[in-house]
């Protein structure tokens, strides 16, 4: 049997690329979910899985660091990396032998990571998938991350709410919508505005909290409940703090088909 580890901190992607995989490797089973990296390290050790999703960058131990503990294991799974970075990072270390997947994979992306770790298991099923050479990987992996310029994430937002100016934390926010000359920030308590540019905001986020749903809607991933259909056939998500639902547009429908 072919088993898989999903490590992950945050359970939305998590149960998304656990939901995907069930479509596109109905052979593959998934023993566990892990959501940090000291987890997965103690779940691939007692589990011993034939392939680990490892996130970058989680609580405790990073993905880097539970791949670089596995080191020289002959019991080591095939590694499959996810990362909320840019594809001119992940360009750096990108090799036949290993893959990575940017947040949130898209359905076409998954499957080629699919197909390449199929291809492995039939050459060398016992031989654990790392880029040719680990510590080589490991390696240009760092560095590649450690030396690209990362746009500071925001904490804080400052914002106007009626006559006063609020200092919003990041985590309150549940979502942002863009308007003709500002950018309403909607938390549990009500609609803030910003004058900062959707676009521009969208690059100080952490994609891996923050999704994109509409060209005008990022919303805050912990915040989402699930999703439901309207009379006309669109998704729409449903908020666990306001009563409000928003549209998804269908360029980003492929976020939501776990729900």
Not at 137 to 143: D, E, I
Not at 228 to 253: C, H, M, N, Q, W
């Amino acid at each position: 049997m072919i088993t898989a580890l999903i490590a992950d901190d945050e359970q939305v992607l998590a149960d998304f690329l656990k939901a995907e995989l069930a479509e596109l490797w109905p052979e593959l089973h998934i023993v566990d979910v892990a959501n940090n990296g000291v987890d997965a390290l103690r779940m691939i050790d007692e589990l011993a899985p034939t392939v680990a999703f490892l996130d970058i960058r989680m609580p405790g131990m990073t993905g880097l660091d539970v791949a670089t503990k596995l080191l020289g294991h002959a019991a080591a799974p095939h590694i499959v990396f996810v990362t909320a970075y840019d594809q001119y990072a992940v360009d750096a270390f990108e090799r036949e032998a290993v893959d990575y997947l940017l947040k949130p994979p898209t359905r076409e992306r998954l499957g080629r990571t699919v197909d390449k770790l199929k291809r492995r298991l039939a050459e060398a099923p016992k031989q654990p998938a790392v880029i040719g050479g680990q510590d080589e990987l490991l390696a240009r992996l760092a560095a590649a991350l450690g030396h690209t310029p990362i746009v500071p994430r925001l904490d804080w937002i400052r914002a106007a709410h009626g006559t006063e100016t609020r200092l919003i934390a990041i985590d309150e926010v549940i979502y942002f919508e863009a308007n003709d000359k500002y950018v309403s920030v909607f938390t549990q308590d009500g609609e803030s505005l910003i004058r900062t540019p959707l676009k521009e905001l969208i690059d100080s986020l952490d994609p891996s909290r923050f999704w994109q749903v509409h060209r005008g809607t990022v919303v805050a991933v912990r915040h989402i409940a699930g999703t439901t259909r309207d009379f006309r056939g669109r998704t729409l998500i449903k908020l666990k703090l306001r009563p409000e639902e928003l549209v998804v547009s269908r360029a980003y429908l492929h976020l939501f088909k776990q729900m």
